[in-house]
Structure formats: structure tokens, C-alpha cells
């Protein structure tokens, strides 16, 4: 990391929290963009997926992050929250 990119993510005041609730409680990820949470959780999905012997090669990412509910059984979830912080 140079020193501009240190220097931004020091004064950075917004966040977004990558949220993957399952029936063992939640996991928690922080990451400065939304699109870096989103490439995180669909990464996520298709490593879950694999673990359950399930092939989700066919189906994009926006499609993944659409189905994952419905391939999860209604048990699983992701979601994207989008923090800021308070500077006063």
C-alpha cells in the first residue's frame, strides 16, 4: 500500500459490512467498497456451494447473489450494509 492509499483509508468515513448470517450465528467482513464486499460474499457463496457439492459455474455473479436463499434452503443470507462514520 503506498502512502496515498493509506492516507485514504485513514480518512475514509464510509465502510460497507459484508453480512453472512447461517445457522451457526454470523460472519462479519469490512471493506471499503461495495463492490469488494459484493466480489467477497459471491466468493463465499461459490466456496459454500462446493463444500455442499453443488456447481453453481453457470450461473453469474448477479445470479448467485440472487439465488443464494432459495440454494441455501432459506437458511442462509448475505447482505451489504453501508456504514459511515460520525467525524463530529
Do not use: C, P
Not at 457463496?45 to 463444500?51: C, H, I, N, P
Not at 447473489?65 to 437458511?75: F, H, I, K, P, Y
Amino acid at each position: 500500500m503506498n502512502r496515498s492509499q493509506i492516507a485514504s483509508a485513514l480518512y475514509r468515513d464510509t465502510f460497507y459490512l459484508l453480512v453472512y448470517d447461517h445457522k451457526h450465528g454470523s460472519d462479519l467482513a469490512l471493506y471499503s467498497t461495495y463492490a469488494k464486499a459484493r466480489v467477497a460474499g459471491t466468493e463465499r457463496m461459490r466456496d459454500t456451494a462446493k463444500e455442499w457439492g453443488e456447481d453453481t459455474s453457470h450461473l453469474s455473479d448477479d445470479d448467485l447473489w440472487d439465488a443464494w436463499t432459495e440454494l441455501s434452503g432459506d437458511n442462509e443470507f448475505f447482505s451489504i450494509q453501508q456504514l459511515s462514520i460520525d467525524n463530529h
